[in-house]
C-alpha cells in the first residue's frame, strides 16, 4: 500500500516507531540489558499498534513508548541554551572558513584608486549638520559620518593622534592649549586646554578640515565641521587566483610585507607589515611597461582593458598615467615629485619573474609599483570583486 493512502494515525506511529529506534541505536552503548530491552519493548508494542491500523491501540501505545522516553531521557538543563551557543560556534567557524579560503571584506584607505573606488573621503561645511534622522540615513545609503568639534575655549591646535576604540573604530585626537589674554593684551598659552575626538582617520583630519596649529580658535568656532564618507567596502575573491594566474586589468588586493626592500627602496608608506593595498594590476611577470602621459604601454602596444581605458582616456575625473606624483599646498601651488620607475615618457620596466606591477586610477596621488616597485607573487592576497557598501556611488562589480 502506498504511504500517502495510510492513516494518520499509523503515518505518525510508524515515524515515532523509526525515530525511537535511531535513538536507540545512539544510545545503546550508554544504556544496560534491562533498559534498551523495555525500550525495546515498547518499540515493538507500538510497531504491532500500526499493523492494526487502530487509532485507539497506537495512540495507547504511543503514550506509553514517549513515558519511556521522558524517563530514560530526562530534560537537560538549558537546552535552548546550549543549542543557540552551538548554533552561533557553528555560524563564526562558517564565517571565518568563507573568509580565510574564499571571500573577505577589505575597505578602501585611501583616494589611489579614485573614482573606481572611494577611499574615506572628508568634506568641509559652513552649515551644520543635519537632523539625525537625515544623518542616519545618509550614513546607511553613502556611510556618511557628520563632525561638529566646536572650540570650547580660545584655543589652539597642539597634539593631534589616531587612535582606535572597541577594536573597529578609528578616532582623532585633538589636544589643545587654552589662549589668555592678559590685563595688558598680551596673550599667552597655558597648559590647560580640552581634548576633542574625531569619529575619522587623523590624514583625513588634518587634509580636509585642514587642522592649523598657528592659529586661535575662537570659543564657538568650529576647528572641525563638515562629513566624512567612508571608503567603500569591497569583497576580495581569495579562490580564484588558485586556479588561474593574476591577469592584467584585475583590481587586486595584497600586502606590504618585504615590498621595496628587494629593489633597494623604502616599501609602501606607512613601511610596516600586514597593511593591505588595493590597485590595478598593470603588469605580469616579465611585461615591459612604460607610461607616456596620459597613456600606459605594455610590451609596446597601448594598454588594453576597460580600466585602463577608463584611466588613458583622462576624462571626467580621470587623468591618465602619469610620470610623477602631484602634491598641492595649501596655497594652490603643485609641486611634481619623479616616481622611482617609469619617470620620464621614454622610460622602460621589466617585471620580474613571479612578481606583478600594481599601479592605481589615480595615478598623480598614488604610492604604487613606480615608487616601491613590484608586488611578490606570495604577497597578493586576492581580487576585488563587489563593492557591498556603501550604495552609492560604486555598488555592485569592480571593474
Not at 525495546?40 to 522516553?69: F, M, P, V, Y
Not at 606607512?270 to 593595498?277: A, G, I, M, N, V
Not at 607610461?291 to 604601454?297: N, Y
Not at 582616456?313 to 603643485?334: F, L, T
Request: aromatic share 12%; hydrophobic share 35%; charged share 20%.
Amino acid at each position: 500500500m502506498f504511504s500517502f493512502l495510510l492513516p494518520k494515525a499509523v503515518k505518525q506511529g510508524r515515524q515515532f516507531a523509526q525515530d525511537a529506534r535511531k535513538m536507540m541505536a545512539y544510545k545503546r552503548d550508554l544504556w544496560d540489558e534491562a533498559t534498551c530491552a523495555k525500550f525495546s519493548d515498547g518499540i515493538a508494542t507500538l510497531e504491532t499498534a500500526n499493523d492494526t491500523h487502530d487509532a485507539k491501540q497506537i495512540e495507547e501505545a504511543a503514550r506509553h513508548l514517549d513515558q519511556l522516553c521522558h524517563s530514560y531521557l530526562p530534560k537537560i538543563d538549558d537546552a535552548g541554551w546550549r543549542e543557540n551557543v552551538e548554533v552561533f560556534l557553528v555560524a563564526i567557524v562558517v564565517a571565518l572558513a568563507v573568509r580565510t579560503y574564499f571571500l573577505q571584506p577589505f575597505t578602501i584607505p585611501t583616494g589611489s584608486m579614485q573614482p573606481t573606488l572611494n577611499g574615506i573621503l572628508g568634506f568641509p561645511t559652513k552649515e551644520e549638520p543635519p537632523n539625525p534622522l537625515t544623518q542616519l540615513a545618509q550614513t546607511a545609503i553613502y556611510g556618511r559620518t557628520w563632525i561638529n568639534t566646536i572650540a570650547k575655549d580660545d584655543e589652539t591646535i597642539g597634539e593631534v593622534a589616531e587612535i582606535s576604540r572597541y577594536f573597529f573604530f578609528t578616532y582623532t585626537q585633538v589636544h589643545t592649549s587654552q589662549v589668555v589674554t592678559d590685563p595688558d593684551g598680551t596673550q599667552r598659552l597655558t597648559d590647560q586646554g580640552n581634548t576633542y575626538l574625531i569619529h575619522a582617520p587623523m590624514r583625513t583630519v588634518t587634509e580636509a578640515f585642514g587642522l592649523n596649529s598657528t592659529r586661535t580658535y575662537r570659543r564657538g568656532e568650529p576647528i572641525a565641521r563638515g562629513y566624512v564618507n567612508t571608503g567603500d567596502h569591497v569583497f576580495v575573491d581569495k579562490f580564484t587566483y588558485h586556479f588561474r594566474k593574476p591577469q592584467r586589468g584585475d583590481v587586486f588586493v595584497f600586502n606590504t610585507e618585504s615590498i621595496g626592500g628587494r629593489m633597494g627602496n623604502p616599501g609602501p608608506p606607512p613601511r610596516k607589515p600586514s597593511q593591505f593595498y588595493i590597485k590595478r594590476l598593470a603588469g605580469t611577470p616579465l611585461d615591459e611597461l612604460r607610461v607616456a602621459p596620459p597613456e600606459l604601454f605594455i610590451n609596446g602596444k597601448r594598454a588594453e582593458g576597460v580600466g585602463f581605458g577608463r584611466v588613458m582616456a583622462a576624462q571626467g575625473d580621470y587623468r591618465g598615467y602619469s610620470n610623477a606624483a602631484e602634491s598641492v599646498y595649501a596655497n594652490g601651488e603643485k609641486v611634481y615629485t619623479k616616481m622611482t620607475y617609469l619617470n620620464e615618457p621614454d622610460a622602460t620596466f621589466t617585471v620580474p619573474a613571479l612578481h606583478y606591477f600594481a599601479m592605481g586610477d589615480n595615478s598623480f596621488h598614488s604610492s604604487d609599483s613606480r615608487d616601491w616597485g613590484p608586488v611578490p607573487q606570495e604577497n597578493i592576497m586576492g581580487r576585488g570583486v563587489f563593492v557591498y557598501w556603501p550604495f552609492i556611488p560604486h555598488w555592485g562589480l569592480i571593474r
